[in-house]
């Protein structure tokens, strides 16, 4: 289990280098009392393990900039990618000060080891676009949705896709999440798409991540009890991770068929692989036994896919 006495831990990201299995997680002081504060105190933490269970504290990657900055009050979920010159790039939502933390952007560091991070430049990459997606000048919502990028490799080597925890313009509140998507030929210059689903009874669809299990692509995001439509919630009472299936790495996914995970407690949750090359879900303990919100990743939980193509636990 990664745990730490003085922080709590919850959204993570994995990323493998080598024999090395790294996670980036968000971070924020117990000493603050509430939970819910840890949201605007968030920072990024670093821990590498041989086996996605033991675990060696690094170094922290990536704190809020001096102020004032776009991103000078929190770091938020994000993902971390190798390019073709060998650098890694990490991709980060934040908030600033200056909107109390209600406005949500994407923007960038870059690294040679994984260690040391360096801002690729002064403003964020990434902004909702309102042609699509729900802002803050017309939202129904208590945020601008704009966070957790995944980011990937196109699979016919045309650039990169990124997944983005986004809202439709229109539509009832808790049924207009959606996954934003933004395509780029270089890291540097991004293009905000139309998103890649349409809204299904989630009024959010967090931390998302396509993945390849026996060959077919997953989509896993999660959203919990109290952000479903009322369709959804009285057909699916369960809260916390879900996968549904997609055609390509990139879609179209059927989240109509979006199906719960078994755990209702494990949260924020990523397809790792194992060292024996089975997937499994790695992801923070939300309420684990009703002792509500711990801080601490538990060990990954081992999972098979489903004939629908959505996972199950194993």
Not at 72 to 78: E, K, N, R, S
Not at 168 to 190: K, L, Q, Y
Request: with cysteine; glycine share 8%; charged share 25%.
């Amino acid at each position: 289990m990664l745990r730490r006495d003085d922080l709590w831990i919850w959204d993570s990201w994995p990323v493998e280098d080598g024999d090395d299995r790294h996670l980036f997680y968000l971070q924020a002081p117990r000493a603050l009392g509430d939970p819910i504060a840890r949201h605007t105190h968030a920072a990024v933490g670093h821990a590498v393990s041989p086996d996605w269970e033991h675990w060696t504290i690094l170094p922290d990657a990536l704190t809020a900039a001096p102020s004032p900055a776009w991103d000078d009050l929190a770091i938020w979920t994000g993902s971390i990618v190798r390019g073709d010159t060998g650098r890694w790039h990490f991709f980060y939502t934040a908030l600033s000060q200056h909107e109390g933390g209600r406005v949500q952007r994407i923007g960038r560091a870059d690294s040679d080891d994984l260690i040391t991070w360096r801002r690729a430049g002064p403003q964020p990459l990434l902004c909702a676009d309102p042609r699509w997606y729900e802002t803050i000048d017309q939202m129904d919502w208590h945020e601008e949705t704009w966070r957790d990028p995944w980011v990937l490799r196109d699979p016919d080597g045309d650039g990169w896709h990124m997944l983005i925890t986004a809202r439709a313009r229109t539509g009832p509140r808790n049924d207009r999440g959606v996954i934003g998507h933004a395509r780029s030929a270089d890291f540097d210059t991004w293009e905000v798409q139309p998103p890649l689903t349409a809204p299904a009874g989630f009024g959010h669809m967090e931390v998302p991540q396509v993945s390849l299990i026996d060959g077919r692509p997953v989509l896993t995001f999660c959203c919990l009890a109290q952000e479903l439509s009322a369709e959804r919630r009285q057909a699916t009472p369960l809260t916390g991770m879900w996968s549904a299936p997609g055609s390509s790495i990139i879609g179209p996914y059927d989240v109509a068929a979006a199906i719960p995970f078994d755990d209702p407690s494990i949260y924020a949750a990523h397809l790792v692989n194992l060292a024996d090359g089975k997937p499994a879900l790695l992801g923070f303990a939300n309420d684990r036994g009703g002792h509500g919100f711990d801080g601490a990743i538990p060990p990954p939980i081992r999972v098979i896919l489903r004939r629908d193509g959505t996972v199950t636990q194993s």
